[in-house]
Nanobody, 123 residues
């Protein structure tokens, strides 16, 4: 059983930056593929970024490509999402997810999910 705890969210002005962290416990972190998702009010959860076990492969939603960077530190059991050039439309609750299966950007409810951290970008 893997537990995921996100942190680093907050309020930031448009054009600013935030770095989200997701700390994992209870599993062998290096064997999991990891992802970040977000859900804005009234909208469905959407994929943001994913990273493979060895960090050899990453994937991004078109809406964040070039602005966000996903990374992981297997020694610290932590995955990060560096968010630059933030826009008001990036406002959402951000969730990290972990799965032992490599499916690229596809994670489902059967995978492990954190409780989320709020990111609010003001214009």
């Amino acid at each position: 059983q893997v537990q995921l705890v996100e942190s680093g969210g907050g309020l930031v002005q448009a054009g600013g930056s935030l770095r989200l962290s997701c700390a994992a416990s209870g599993g062998t972190f290096s064997t999991y593929n990891l992802g970040w998702f977000r859900q804005a009010p009234g909208k469905e959860r959407e994929f943001v970024a994913a990273i493979s076990r060895s960090a050899g492969s990453t994937d991004y939603a078109d809406s964040v490509k070039g602005r966000f960077t996903i990374s992981r530190d297997n020694a610290k059991n932590t995955v990060y999402l560096q968010m630059n050039s933030l826009k008001p439309e990036d406002t959402a609750v951000y969730y990290c997810a972990a799965t032992p299966y490599y499916r690229g950007r596809y994670f489902d409810d059967g995978d492990y999910w954190g409780q989320g951290t709020q990111v609010t970008v003001s214009s």
